[in-house]
């Protein structure tokens, strides 16, 4: 008997190495998840089986291939790293066995409703790095075993590697290579101050003309942008790109925000015509005590200070860049940045809604903001405000100023 089920696992060990060697690494991006996938929920005898990779700027795995759960990649579905049951695996980077499915295991909608009852899923690896999770679920009572464990992290590994290996070739990763490298790969170390951010795209191609950008200027003072240029798809990371150049030149000529937009404004308006852009462009003192900043059409960012709820910082909206009209003198604002207080910056796909004024936005928005670090902040607004499920592209910078040691 126990050589019987050896020959059983070597055979079923080469049917998925001759698929994921061999075919998967030919496909095309949905047909090589739709194979695999397939073959999964053969190998394992399961129900479903789905792929949700890792947006790693937003810090969210979202659905990218299924079986037996089209629905919720149809849906676009989004979780943040830690939440429920596929955020779990992220976050620990280590297999999860759920024997009895929950609406407190499980936040994704889409499982509870197909009334599955049991779920594994496996993290998925490239070069050392975590790009997604692999889960299979099944609609009756199951107790997956240690080898059913090890079967699927076989899969997931292989797969990880076809993936790696197809992507490199795909016009798609080209243009989000290129946008990731106009983003921060990291924020800056700046004494005094901690930093978060995130990125999320709203259009299904993951390519959008949203950004923000941080800097250390010669004179001490810390550069904050944040932008969004109207738009989707390449063409306008490609903008956004330029823009995002065009206004670091500035910063370094120009002492005043308002200065440096008007600048950037008849860039704008002369090489990317047609193109209309938002833009909030603020500078934090050597000191860190003091905010000057100016908006060409930009949503206020909100700021709270200790003992306060957040509240937008009083800023003029000056017109948006590219309008091809010559606007009256753009105007900055100050306003005063005492130890603990959280500036947060965003675009708008944070606050608007569909069939909803964008006050209601706002104000839940400044609701929400409060004095903490700013990682804490930056993973509580987009969770409270549903950035899971953007339905625009969405870009927050948050900046707290560390607390005076006592």
């Known amino acids: 008997m126990a050589d019987q089920g050896l020959i059983q696992d070597d055979e079923r060990l080469r049917r998925i190495e001759a698929v994921t060697d061999a075919t998967l690494s030919r496909l095309d991006a949905a047909d090589l998840f739709d194979e695999l996938l397939d ?8 129900d479903t089986a789905a792929i949700l990779l890792l947006d790693t700027h937003a810090q969210q795995l979202v659905a990218t291939a299924a079986k037996g759960l089209e629905e919720e990649v149809r849906q676009g579905f989004r979780v943040a790293v830690g939440r429920g049951f596929a955020g779990r695996i992220a976050l620990t980077r280590q297999p999860v066995i759920v024997e009895d499915v929950t609406s ?47 079967l699927l992290e076989l899969v997931a590994d292989r797969a990880s590697l076809a993936n790696l290996a197809r992507s490199n070739n795909l016009d798609q990763n080209a243009a989000l290579a290129l946008q990731r490298s106009l983003l921060p790969t990291q924020l800056p170390h700046v004494p005094g101050l901690d930093m978060a951010a995130r990125y999320v795209p709203g259009h299904v191609a993951g390519i959008g003309g949203d950004w923000y950008d941080v800097f250390v200027l010669p004179s001490g003072w810390l550069g904050l942008v944040i932008g969004d240029v109207s738009g989707h798809g390449l063409q306008s990371a490609v903008i956004m790109g330029r823009v995002r150049s065009a206004l670091r030149a500035y910063a370094l000529v120009c002492d005043d925000p308002a200065e440096a937009l008007t600048l950037l404004d008849r860039k704008v308006s002369h090489f990317e015509a047609g193109n209309l852009t938002t833009a909030l462009y603020a500078m934090i003192s050597p000191d860190r005590t003091r905010i000057r900043l100016s908006s060409a059409g930009h949503l206020r960012p909100v700021l709270a200070v200790p003992g306060r709820r957040g509240a937008p910082v009083e800023v003029h909206a000056d017109p948006p860049l590219g309008t091809g009209r010559r606007p009256p ?78």
């Open 104 to 150: 407190g295991v499980v936040v994704n909608p889409v499982l509870l409703a197909m009334g599955l009852r049991s779920l594994l899923g496996v993290p998925m690896f490239a070069r050392g790095e975590l790009i997604g999770v692999l889960h299979v679920g099944t609609l009756g009572q199951r107790r997956f075993t240690a080898d059913d464990v090890r």
């Open 329 to 406: 003198p753009r105007q900055s604002a100050e306003a005063d940045l005492p130890p603990g207080a959280v500036l947060v910056c965003f675009s708008d796909g944070l606050v608007e809604r569909r069939h909803e004024v964008i006050d209601v936005g706002l104000e839940q928005l400044a609701g929400v903001v409060r004095t903490a670090p700013a990682e804490e902040v930056c993973a509580t607004v987009m969770r409270t405000l549903g950035a899971e499920q953007p339905t625009d592209d969405i870009a927050v910078l948050v900046v707290h100023r560390l607390p005076t040691p006592t």
């Open 39 to 46: 073959r999964v929920r053969d190998l394992l005898d399961v």
